[in-house]
C-alpha cells in the first residue's frame, strides 16, 4: 500500500470514505532511495548517449513497465535506479474502507509458549 494512502486511513472506521490527491513524494517515496543495479552497457540500445539523469523504460517483473533513471556510467558499467513509473507523480485516490482488523498478531497459545493454562 502507498505510504500516503496508508496515513490517510489509518484511524477510519468502517464505511469510511475519502477523495483527495497525494503528492508524488508520499506516494512512492524519495525516487533517489530506489534501488540501485548496476548494468553493462551492452544492455542498452547502441545508439543511445547514456548520460547521468536520462531515463529509460524497461520490461520488469510480471511484463511491468519500470523506469531505469541513469545514475553514473563508468567504462562499460552502467549504475540505474530503479523507479516506479509512477514515482513522480500526484496520485488521485477515492476509497471507502469495507472491512477494519485488527493490525496485531494473534496472541500465542499457552503451549505454544510452554505455559500452564489458566483454569
Same mark, same amino acid.
Given at each position: 500500500?502507498? @505510504?500516503?494512502?496508508? /496515513?490517510?486511513? &489509518? $484511524?477510519?472506521?468502517?464505511? #469510511? =470514505? ?26 542498452? @540500445?547502441?545508439?543511445? /548517449?547514456?548520460? &547521468? $539523469?536520462?531515463?529509460?523504460? #524497461? =520490461? ?60
Amino acid at each position: 500500500m502507498l @505510504p500516503g494512502l496508508e /496515513k490517510v486511513l &489509518a $484511524g477510519l472506521e468502517k464505511s #469510511a =470514505k475519502r477523495d483527495g490527491v497525494i503528492k508524488a513524494k508520499d506516494a512512492f517515496g524519495n525516487p533517489s532511495m530506489h534501488p540501485l543495479k548496476k548494468m553493462k552497457r551492452t544492455e542498452f @540500445p547502441k545508439d543511445v /548517449k547514456l548520460v &547521468a $539523469g536520462e531515463q529509460f523504460v #524497461a =520490461k520488469g517483473a510480471h511484463d511491468m513497465n519500470v523506469v531505469l533513471r541513469i545514475e553514473a556510467v563508468s567504462g562499460d558499467d552502467v549504475d540505474v535506479r530503479l523507479v516506479h513509473p509512477l514515482a513522480e507523480k500526484d496520485i488521485k485516490y477515492s476509497v471507502e474502507v469495507v472491512q477494519v482488523s485488527d493490525p496485531r498478531p494473534p496472541p500465542m497459545p499457552a503451549q505454544a509458549l510452554e505455559l500452564e493454562e489458566d483454569p
